[in-house]
């Protein structure tokens, strides 16, 4: 499927924190701390609707605290979201997701102890059965039922799991185990689904099916925020990038463009260590950098000098022996 159109998205000067033309979520001023240490810390970002969009950075950038925090699992101290209009600030995540927004994990959540039939039938909401009085008459509830395990075995059939539904989930590879997650959130007829590390501890077998899914997902009218670190996944399908850095967003655009950017090379490797991008100041050299797409020689330099800095610490130890 071809990419969104940049101008689809946004029409604006693309700078952190852009407006998008058609946003399914808005986040303001959401800041959260762990003691001393500020995990998130986003003055404003948009997610645009219908799109694949990636959420990058390095380790510790804030990406799946964030995650946490828009989902519902983790609260802020500070800072409002919306999603489809709708705020969700203080809302619990059962609440979160009934609205349409789910999510996976990097660890995938998978009851081992059940079927890979029953773990999908567990994502289905509004079940009449699990309401203690009807549940008490079946005729109530029997129909709902039928309906959502004929979806759940569609949906198995989709992801090519429909052979294993009588099997315990605990019997399933990792690869099979995301590939299960990521259908049992298409139970819940959502509008947003977020993907924690899809491709973490999948087989390379199972790599080019899991992309095609999560296009598929695109393709069905759904929009996809999905943090990864392959950055192959990112350019393959992704059409807007945001990257964050020290639990902020430093960087957005369209793949092509945020991949050369300063600000990402720099997010990566370390430098600017000195620049405090909570400041205008400090956003306006790392917005400069991006417009003027130079790549500094010494950042190219720096792997090659991490190779010469083990290479002595390797000698300096058979020394010592």
Sequence with gaps: MPRTPISAITDKTIIPGVAKKDPIVIADGVRRRFGGVTAVDIAHVEIPRGCITALIGPNGAGKTTFF?????????????????????????????????????FQLTKVLGGMTVLENMMLGATNQRGENIIMSLFRSLWLKQEESITERAIHLLEKFKLDTKKNDYASSLSGGQKKLLE???????????????????????????????????????????????????????????????????????GPPTTVMKSQAVIDAYLGAHHDTDLGTLEGQLTIAEEMASGRIRDDMAKEPRQAKATAADTSDLRTDQR
């Design 68 to 104: 946490n925090v828009l989902t519902g699992f983790d609260k802020p101290q500070t800072g409002s979201w919306t999603f489809a209009g709708s705020n969700l600030a203080k809302m619990p995540a059962s609440r979160i997701a009934r609205r349409g927004m789910v999510r996976t």
């Design 182 to 252: 990521m259908a049992r959130a298409l139970m819940s007829n959502a509008q947003m689904i977020m993907l924690d590390e899809p491709m973490a501890g999948v087989n390379p077998a199972l790599t080019q099916s899991l992309l095609g899914h999560i296009v598929n997902l695109k393709v069905e009218g759904m929009t996809v925020l999905f943090v990864e670190h392959d950055m192959h996944m990112v350019n393959t399908i992704a059409d807007w990038v945001i990257v964050m850095a020290e639990g902020k967003i430093v960087a957005e």
